[in-house]
């Protein structure tokens, strides 16, 4: 199997890079590195799902408002990401995120989606990758 994604070193915050065969198969990536960082000793189950749309100006507007969405649903209603089904169209998203209560989990805190060092592009035909850094 390929890399789904992976962590960079940062001074402060979370550096990841996550890679896909297609955009859709990118932001799904980059929910599980989300889940994986929140969760580092325990698998996030997936009980629950919630359905988000999202529209933005391009990709990289589109990838920080999905993040920033799965961080809401943390602190708005305790719903903790393991995974992620998307479907990208014209800087568009629908998506249906899986997870679970926050509360059964030891959860590490993320403050924040942000732009710094971020970037979503196909670097060869098939194989896409974003980065992104996120406030901790």
Same mark, same amino acid.
């Given at each position: &199997?390929?890399?789904?994604?992976?962590? *960079?070193?940062?001074?402060?915050?979370?550096?990841?890079?996550?890679?896909?065969? /297609? +955009?859709?198969? %990118?932001?799904?990536?980059?929910?599980?590195? #989300?889940?994986?960082?929140?969760?580092?000793?325990?698998?996030?189950?997936?009980?629950?799902? =919630?359905? #988000?749309?999202?529209?933005?100006? $391009? +990709?990289?507007? *589109?990838?920080?408002?999905?993040?920033?969405?799965?961080?809401? *649903?943390? $602190?708005?209603? =305790?719903?903790?990401?393991?995974?992620?089904? %998307?479907? #990208?169209?014209? /800087?568009? &998203?629908?998506?249906?995120?899986?997870?679970? /209560?926050?509360?059964?989990?030891? #959860? =590490?805190?993320? =403050?924040?989606?942000?732009?710094?060092? &971020?970037?979503?592009?196909?670097?060869?035909?098939?194989?896409?990758?974003?980065? &992104?850094?996120?406030?901790?």
């Amino acid at each position: &199997m390929e890399k789904e994604f992976v962590f *960079l070193e940062h001074p402060s915050d979370i550096k990841f890079k996550a890679f896909g065969k /297609n +955009l859709d198969e %990118v932001f799904e990536n980059t929910a599980k590195a #989300i889940s994986s960082y929140l969760s580092p000793d325990r698998k996030v189950e997936s009980k629950k799902s =919630k359905k #988000i749309h999202l529209r933005a100006s $391009d +990709l990289e507007s *589109l990838l920080y408002s999905f993040v920033d969405e799965i961080l809401f *649903l943390l $602190d708005a209603e =305790k719903f903790v990401v393991s995974k992620a089904k %998307v479907s #990208i169209n014209d /800087n568009q &998203m629908e998506a249906e995120i899986f997870g679970d /209560n926050s509360k059964e989990y030891e #959860i =590490k805190q993320i =403050k924040a989606a942000t732009y710094a060092d &971020m970037y979503i592009k196909e670097i060869a035909e098939g194989n896409w990758e974003c980065q &992104m850094v996120l406030d901790v």
